[in-house]
């Protein structure tokens, strides 16, 4: 596909700014930017960028990025174009070939003139990474609206079954015929059923959120200790965890309980392997570096894994895993993974969900700093 022009969208580096105050500006930047010259060859680039290619920026520095594309004239022909006239930006999808990776990596390319003479500043945004991104926010707005909907039809729902239990109450009280009485007893138990139902679609809106430090391998030992006294036989609970993660503010209670959710849905879909001794539950731990949530960039986010080693969630469901009422197992109520997200978003943080045959991977996003 042939560059595109268009209006310039990047930030322009002044010739006057130093080295080191022009690599500072540039590494506050979420996206990765490099300053190459006019045959390609680079004479800075930030500290996403040099994660990106999976090399030091010292190493880098002064060889042609060029090299690193799939299809290099690709982006000599953008340098140039940018160099022709100095007021448009060429855009460009392309393959990077990061560092020890053996898969290539499709990227969108934005190339524009800077006011340091003879320069352009390159900028890539990772596809899956971009997608991923509007993926976040449209489930950001899915999740807000069904907050709405739950709260309304949680009210519309509530109101009534009080009437419906206390009329079936003092039915019951006026039958004579005591073999009439198994049919208001149905009557009472289903309007109880559907009033635990209501009160746990409340439940995350209703109960105040109680700040205190959290140490997040308290919260996976207090679920894992359940988890193994639940389920004594044929399940294995390991731990992976990274001891230098750091106390946060937070809602220990709410974490507990997401994390147990996710755990509880897990031992669940592995009754089959906890009956042959097969079973696996992983929690690991990890500090995840310059991470976007919301649109907000953190320097440092809590990342925890609840992996199984089961049949994986069903494809019917993959897209609506958080929705509410959503089951892939008979008899779920589809509320655990709904109040999941619901929990962690309250700590601005996202769950998100990787899952094939033999593998899933439920991943805890929470900001550090």
Not at 73 to 82: N, S, V
Not at 85 to 101: I, Y
């Amino acid at each position: 596909m042939p560059p595109k022009k268009s209006k310039p969208s990047a930030p322009t580096i002044d010739a006057s700014v130093s080295q080191d105050t022009a690599l500072a500006v540039l590494d506050t930047l979420a996206t990765s930017v490099a300053v190459v010259d006019l045959r390609s060859r680079v004479k800075r680039l930030n500290a996403a960028f040099e994660d990106l290619l999976g090399i030091s920026r010292r190493l880098v520095t002064g060889t042609k990025l060029s090299q690193y594309f799939s299809e290099p004239d690709l982006l000599t022909q953008a340098i140039d174009a940018a160099r022709q006239d100095a007021f448009t930006v060429t855009r460009f999808e392309a393959s990077l070939q990061p560092e020890r990776q053996a898969l290539s990596l499709p990227v969108h390319v934005i190339v524009s003139r800077t006011e340091e003479p003879d320069t352009v500043m390159v900028e890539l945004l990772p596809l899956d990474k971009q997608l991923r991104q509007e993926r976040e926010e449209r489930l950001v707005d899915q999740a807000l609206a069904n907050k709405a909907l739950i709260r309304g039809l949680a009210h519309e729902i509530k109101n009534p079954l009080g009437g419906i239990r206390g009329a079936a109450q003092l039915l019951q009280m006026e039958l004579e015929n005591k073999a009439l009485h198994d049919y208001t007893q149905v009557i009472i138990h289903e309007a109880d059923r559907l009033q635990s139902l209501v009160d746990r679609l409340l439940a995350p809106h209703r109960k105040p959120h109680v700040v205190g430090d959290v140490n997040i391998h308290e919260v996976c030992e207090r679920v894992r200790s359940v988890l193994l006294a639940e389920y004594p036989k044929g399940l294995k609970v390991e731990r992976d965890y990274d001891l230098s993660i750091p106390e946060f503010r937070g809602d220990k209670e709410q974490l507990i309980q997401a994390v147990m959710n996710i755990a509880q849905n897990a031992a669940l879909a592995l009754v089959d392997l906890r009956t042959r001794g097969k079973a696996h539950i992983t929690f690991k731990t990890r500090v995840a570096r310059q991470i976007t949530m919301g649109k907000v960039r953190y320097k440092l986010a809590l990342e925890l894994h609840v992996m199984d080693n089961g049949p994986g969630v069903p494809d019917s469901i993959k897209d609506r895993l958080f929705y509410p009422l959503v089951s892939g197992r008979d008899g779920g109520t589809g509320l655990g993974l709904t109040l999941a997200q619901t929990f962690v978003q309250q700590h601005q943080g996202w769950i998100e969900c990787e899952s094939e045959a033999g593998h899933t991977d439920f991943k805890i996003l929470i900001p550090l700093s």
